[in-house]
C-alpha cells in the first residue's frame, strides 16, 4: 500500500526473533496501526508498505459437546477432522514480515510505525535498516 511507483531512499523491516504462527486477524491489525501512522505523519503518497507473509496454514477445531446426553452423541476423538476457525502464517525465525519504504530523512516515522505493529504480533519483533 500507499506509493508503488516512487523510489524511497530507506527500507524498513519488521522481524520476528522466534518461530511463531500468526493469525490472519493479527496481520490485519499490525497493517491498520502501521498504515495510520505513516498515513497521519507522512501522507498517503510518502511511503510505500508491504506485508510480506500470507496465512496460508488452515487452524482447526474440534469442537466437542457439552451438557446432558453429550456422550451419547459424541465421538470425543475419533475421526477429529474438526472445523476450520482461521487461518495462520507459519513464520521462521528472523524471517521478514513488513517491510516499509520511506525517504532517509523520515527514519523515525518508519521506526514509529513499524513499532506500533510489532505491538501486535506474539513475538518479540526486532527492526532492521537498509538503503
Given at each position: 500500500m500507499g506509493n508503488k511507483k516512487k523510489d524511497f531512499g530507506l527500507k524498513a523491516e519488521l522481524c520476528v526473533q522466534n518461530p511463531?504462527?500468526?493469525?490472519?486477524?493479527?496481520?490485519?491489525?499490525?497493517?491498520?496501526?502501521?498504515?495510520?501512522?505513516?498515513?497521519?505523519?507522512?501522507?498517503?503518497?510518502?511511503?510505500?508498505?508491504?506485508?510480506?507473509v500470507y496465512p496460508h496454514h488452515v487452524l482447526r477445531e474440534n469442537a466437542l459437546a457439552t451438557g446432558a446426553g453429550a456422550d451419547r452423541f459424541q465421538t470425543g476423538m475419533r475421526k477429529a477432522f474438526g472445523k476450520p476457525i482461521s487461518t495462520a502464517a507459519q513464520i521462521r525465525k528472523n524471517q521478514r514480515i513488513i517491510?516499509?519504504?520511506?525517504?532517509?530523512?523520515?527514519?523515525?516515522?518508519?521506526?514509529?510505525?513499524?513499532?506500533?505493529?510489532?505491538?501486535?504480533?506474539?513475538?518479540?519483533?526486532?527492526?532492521?535498516?537498509s538503503g
Open positions: 511463531v504462527q500468526i493469525r490472519h486477524n493479527v496481520l490485519e491489525a499490525a497493517r491498520i496501526s502501521a498504515s495510520k501512522h505513516l498515513t497521519n505523519e507522512l501522507g498517503a503518497e510518502n511511503f510505500f508498505m508491504k506485508i510480506l517491510e516499509v519504504m520511506v525517504d532517509k530523512n523520515k527514519r523515525d516515522v518508519a521506526k514509529r510505525a513499524l513499532k506500533l505493529a510489532s505491538a501486535k504480533v506474539p513475538s518479540p519483533c526486532v527492526i532492521r535498516f
